[in-house]
């Protein structure tokens, strides 16, 4: 014990030295800053700093885990990839086993997961896409305010069932502008049981999502596409058309919210048609 006070105060010593932070909270403070600045190394070696006099601290852990999440993402190297993949997710499973409500690590492993699904190791796309959406799942179940979970959750339904769409539709001879439903009732069969739990889900929270950030753009689009996707298993056009109707006033709104905010920065995924 002793031992472990008199590192402590020439840790402080040094510290006071050199205008490095003096207490956990000034090292991690300061990890965030080289981590928005992308300065990795420096902020790897801040949230360390932070482990060695607060062990336990969850913000440094999960500071290490988008650290080892950016690497990862950047890496060409597949044994490298591998490497980092783990030590974000180690990480970040470590702060749920410590802390299973804490939203940033709840984020973080559900993002983890989306990504994974088209480099990380193992399993197929799907599985990638169905860990992704447990996370989000946990996550609105935390907080069901959290408009992130919401809109997550609805990208993966849209992620998910946007191929089998685009297939179906080509399958009878849609163009890419046709409003359903898909004219081929056997195609059309197909692709309801195939996407229709997953549509209606993701429709939903973006719904909930869209009730909490009305003046979202993405959301907007990713529900107005959505309720696109279910208008094309719809019985007959009369049933599939309140879904394009509303889907048309998304889509007019995410316009009107782009245009008063210039400035805004757009979000790639969502295909218009």
């Not at 010593?13 to 090292?27: F, H, I, K, L």
């Not at 885990?65 to 044994?79: C, F, G, H, T």
């Not at 499973?93 to 804490?102: A, T, Y």
Request: hydrophobic letters at 40%.
């Amino acid at each position: 014990m002793l031992r472990w006070i008199a590192m402590l105060f020439a840790a402080a010593a040094v510290c006071a030295q050199t205008g490095a932070p003096a207490t956990a909270e000034g090292w991690l403070e300061q990890g965030k800053r080289q981590f928005a600045a992308k300065q990795l190394d420096e902020a790897t070696q801040s949230f360390e700093q932070v482990l060695q006099l607060d062990p336990r601290n969850s913000e440094a852990r999960v500071g290490l885990a988008d650290v080892s999440l950016q690497r990862w993402l950047k890496a060409r190297d597949a044994e490298e990839r591998l490497r980092f993949y783990f030590q974000a997710r180690n990480l970040l499973v470590g702060v749920l086993e410590q802390e299973p409500d804490n939203k940033k690590a709840l984020r973080g492993i559900a993002r983890l997961s989306y990504l994974g699904r088209s480099s990380a190791p193992g399993q197929d796309k799907d599985a990638w896409l169905d860990e992704a959406r447990r996370w989000n799942l946990r996550l609105v179940e935390v907080d069901p305010q959290e408009p992130s979970g919401h809109f997550a959750l609805g990208v993966l339904a849209w992620t998910k069932c946007v191929s089998p769409d685009g297939n179906s539709r080509g399958k009878a001879g849609m163009t890419g502008a046709e409003d359903g439903p898909i004219p081929d009732a056997t195609v059309r069969s197909e692709y309801r049981e195939a996407c229709r739990p997953t549509v209606e889900e993701g429709t939903a929270q973006l719904e909930q999502a869209v009730a909490l950030r009305p003046d979202e753009a993405t959301y907007l689009r990713y529900l107005a596409q959505l309720l696109r996707m279910r208008a094309d298993y719809a019985d007959t056009p009369e049933a599939a058309r309140p879904d394009l109707e509303l889907a048309r006033q998304m889509e007019a709104k995410a316009q009107k919210a782009v245009s008063s905010q210039p400035s805004a920065v757009s979000h790639s995924g969502s295909a218009d048609r």
